[in-house]
């Protein structure tokens, strides 16, 4: 019997548990019970969290107005919450996980499978460091991650999307997962390839960033189109000189050109960097994600740091004009109009390498 425990219970992470949930009362293999750790917090009202989830069945902070499943159990003890579960569900913003995976190191079942649904890296002295890479490291088991065009307020109204699980070796874990996961309004397929799954999610919050910048401007389509291929471009480019085993099929499946397309015409990434931009750049990033999001978090502005950390470290800025300035913007080193003075010398560079 598999048994399940979802680690985050923000935006996203809420709508995992439900889907999970529904198939887990449903399937004979797995246990019902759901446990979801939650990172505590007090609501304005005082009470905490994962009481009210636990007694209204809703994350009324992370996903207000959605049932998450009866058999969803909140827990804001992460060495209890993940005690006997053989599968472990990784969804927090990733400037997280590596504190959790240490607090987690020890803890778990030595036979456990891992899942990453977080879109991000760390950048270490040998370079990126993929999150699933940093789950198998610090934990000793296997990560596979689940990627895809997922804004998660559409999956939690059941409206139709897809999502790719990208896995290595172990496909019968990825069937499992796959399994798991599946709904009729929720279509998963596999492909073996983890690190251009994960870097597809990844990369795509900074191109959204500038496909935010775009907006803020009102620049209109044809401009954010062209952001959005040269962005694209650039992501296949990366994945492909920091990790060579990378395929050109995974950028056609859900988690890369759909995610890109979705993030760029209605995530949170790109809703604050239209904010940015429509104030000049003299609000910050996280001034208007507290305002914005109340609590959720940014992805992409931190992931175009980390992408220039590894850039610059590797003699790479040249090859990457979109990537460059989308951190130069959004630190305040350059206005955000500087998104489409890409100069030709650069953008023809970035097309060569990526025919390479
Ligand atoms: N929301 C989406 O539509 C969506 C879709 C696909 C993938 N993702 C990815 O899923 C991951 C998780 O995002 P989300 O949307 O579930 O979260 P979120 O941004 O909605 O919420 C932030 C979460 O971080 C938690 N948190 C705050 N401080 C913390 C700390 N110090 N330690 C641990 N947790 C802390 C909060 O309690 C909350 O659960 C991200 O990598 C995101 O890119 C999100
Ligand atoms: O809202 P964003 O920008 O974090 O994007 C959400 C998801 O990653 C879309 O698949």
Same mark, same amino acid.
């Given at each position: ?36 750790? @939650? ?8 009470? &905490?969290?994962?009481? @009210? ?16 499943? &009866? ?9 209890? /919450? ?22 987690? +190191? ?5 036979? +456990? ?5 977080? &879109? ?26 689940? %990627? ?7 999956? /939690? %109204? ?9 896995? !290595? ?8 997962? @796959? ?26 919050? /900074? ?27 650039? %992501? ?21 050109? +759909? ?48 992408? *220039? ?8 800025? *040249? ?7 989308? *951190? ?12 489409? &003075?890409?100069?030709?010398? !650069?953008?023809? *560079? ?7």
């Amino acid at each position: 019997m598999y048994k399940v425990t979802v680690i985050g219970s923000g935006n996203w992470g809420s709508v995992a548990a439900k889907l999970i949930a529904c198939n887990t009362v449903r399937l004979d293999s797995f246990h019902d019970e759901v446990r979801m750790w @939650v990172f505590e917090e007090k609501l304005p009202s005082g009470e &905490k969290l994962t009481d @009210v989830i636990n007694k209204t069945n809703e994350n009324v902070k992370y996903l207000p107005g959605i049932k998450l499943g &009866k058999n969803v159990v909140a827990d804001p003890d992460l060495e209890n /919450a993940v005690k006997g579960a053989n599968m472990l569900v990784f969804v927090t913003p990733h400037q997280f996980v590596e504190g959790i995976c240490k607090r987690l +190191a020890g803890k778990i079942r030595a036979d +456990a499978e891992g899942i990453s649904l977080i &879109k991000g890296m760390e950048v270490k002295k040998e370079g990126p460091s993929l999150i699933s890479n940093l789950i198998t490291k610090q934990l000793g088991i296997n990560c596979s991650v689940l %990627m895809g065009a997922n804004i998660a307020n559409e999956i /939690a %109204m059941e409206k139709f999307s897809e999502a790719t699980v990208g896995y !290595n070796q172990n496909k019968s874990a990825a069937d499992r997962w @796959v399994q798991l996961f599946c709904t009729p309004y929720f279509n998963v397929t596999a492909v073996q390839d983890v690190e251009g799954v994960e870097l597809c999610g990844t990369l795509k919050n /900074a191109v959204a960033i500038a496909a935010g910048f775009v907006d803020g401007l009102e620049m209109g389509n044809n401009t954010k189109a062209a952001i959005m291929r040269i962005g694209l471009k650039e %992501m296949m480019t990366f994945s492909k000189m920091c990790f060579p085993s990378v395929k050109d099929s995974t950028f056609f499946e859900s988690c890369g050109v +759909a995610d890109l397309i979705t993030t760029c015409m209605g995530g949170r990434n790109r809703k604050v960097a239209d904010a940015y931009a429509r104030n000049g750049g003299k609000r910050s990033f996280d001034e208007l994600e507290a305002e914005m999001l109340q609590g959720q978090k940014l992805q992409g502005v931190l992931t175009a740091k980390e992408v *220039h950390e590894v850039l610059s470290s590797r003699g790479w800025l *040249h090859i990457f004009p979109l990537f460059s300035a989308v *951190h130069a913007i959004s630190t305040g080193r350059l206005p955000p109009s500087a998104i489409v &003075k890409i100069s030709e010398e !650069n953008l023809r *560079h970035v097309q060569l390498v990526s025919s390479l």
